[in-house]
């Protein structure tokens, strides 16, 4: 670690904290004066959700070999759930298809 790292203290994570609170701040202003734009919502979600990995679960100080295999984990966990949310519909009914 050099002398900028040791001294930047918390103030990368407050930069960061505020910086997702502006982007939410933007999407309720945004929603209610020009309507919820689903593509544009999504867009600032996936960042604030990386930022939030990235900074407060230290995701970003890990070698790039780590993050690079957890994204197939990743999309093999959400494929699991599509599979699984498809048969509670079905079980929600309480019959077949």
Same mark, same amino acid.
């Given at each position: 670690?050099?002398a900028?790292?040791k ?5 990368a994570t407050?930069v960061? !904290?505020?910086?997702? +609170?502006? /982007?939410?701040?933007?999407?309720v $202003?945004? @929603? ?6 689903l %593509? *544009?919502?999504m ?5 604030q ?5 990235? !900074?407060?679960?230290? +995701?970003? /100080?890990e070698?790039?070999?780590? $993050?690079? @295999?957890?994204i197939?984990?990743?999309?093999? %966990? *959400?494929f ?6 498809s ?6 009914h309480?019959?077949?298809?």
């Amino acid at each position: 670690m050099n002398a900028a790292e040791k001294s930047n203290g918390m103030a990368a994570t407050y930069v960061v !904290y505020v910086v997702i +609170l502006a /982007q939410a701040v933007f999407q309720v $202003v945004f @929603a209610f004066e020009m309507g919820p734009s689903l %593509v *544009l919502m999504m867009m600032i979600g996936v960042l604030q959700g990386s930022l939030a990995v990235l !900074y407060f679960m230290h +995701l970003g /100080q890990e070698r790039p070999s780590l $993050v690079l @295999a957890l994204i197939p984990y990743t999309i093999f %966990v *959400l494929f699991m759930l599509n599979m699984i949310w498809s048969d509670s519909f079905r079980l929600l009914h309480m019959r077949p298809h």
